[in-house]
T-cell receptor
Framework: DAGVIQSPRHEVTEMGQEVTLRCKPI?????LFWYRQTMMRGLELLIY????????DSGMPEDRFSAKMPNASFSTLKIQPSEPRDSAVYFC???????????FGSGTRLTVV | GIQVEQSPPDLILQEGANSTLRCNFS?????LQWFHQNPWGQLINLFY???GTKQNGRLSATTVATERYSLLYISSSQTTDSGVYFC?????????FGAGTRLTVKP
């Protein structure tokens, strides 16, 4: 398996633009997580899905953030409109029932200017 | 929510030395994992260890759930062990990460 695949690896965008981050979990994993990492706040859980259904989105910072998982092999995290304070590394991770060790993707480094 | 404290925040070792990293958590958990973030930013799962002891090569981990702490042991450290070590805990699936221990191994 190629692991958890995230795209793009780097994204630079202007304030006010829409940003879409993508994630392909490991085949067979039924949990998918989105995290954000910043120097100030460390690693924060934004939202997680089980069997494509959002279970807990209490970590989503505000309404500008949305996440979807239309099928078992794809998820998106969208920021609209983006702001400079959204600059961070966004990680996607997946795991499976019965084997709860997380596998992280390589992350997307987002810079909003 | 569950609070996670890691110590020490920073650790500098000479190659070949041993070390112990600690993770304290504030509430009962059924999921505890240790991760290594390498200098390139990649997060690697080291152990899934809600209780008991596990070993993988030079690394081992012990979790005493009743006393709410976990320890990560690194023996015969190598320069490639440098990076940040995170402990993450959850009751159910909302994993919360500690602030990490930054380890620097000098040749």
């Amino acid at each position: 398996d190629a692991g958890v695949i995230q795209s793009p690896r780097h994204e630079v965008t202007e304030m006010g633009q829409e940003v879409t981050l993508r994630c392909k979990p490991i085949s067979g994993h039924d949990y998918l997580f989105w995290y954000r990492q910043t120097m100030m706040r460390g690693l924060e859980l934004l939202i997680y899905f089980n069997n494509n259904v959002p279970i807990d989105d209490s970590g989503m910072p505000e309404d500008r953030f949305s996440a979807k998982m239309p099928n078992a092999s794809f998820s998106t995290l969208k920021i609209q409109p983006s702001e400079p304070r959204d600059s961070a590394v966004y990680f996607c991770a997946s795991s499976s029932t019965g084997n709860y060790g997380y596998t992280f993707g390589s992350g997307t480094r987002l810079t909003v200017v | 929510g569950i609070q996670v404290e890691q110590s020490p925040p920073d650790l500098i070792l000479q190659e070949g030395a041993n070390s112990t990293l600690r993770c304290n958590f504030s509430d009962s958990v059924n999921n505890l994992q240790w991760f290594h973030q390498n200098p390139w930013g990649q997060l690697i799962n080291l152990f899934y260890i809600p209780s008991g002891t596990k070993q993988n090569g030079r690394l081992s981990a012990t979790t005493v759930a009743t006393e709410r702490y976990s320890l990560l042991y690194i023996s015969s450290s190598q320069t490639t062990d440098s990076g940040v070590y995170f402990c993450a805990v959850a009751y159910n699936n909302d994993m919360r990460f500690g602030a990490g221990t930054r380890l620097t191994v000098k040749p």
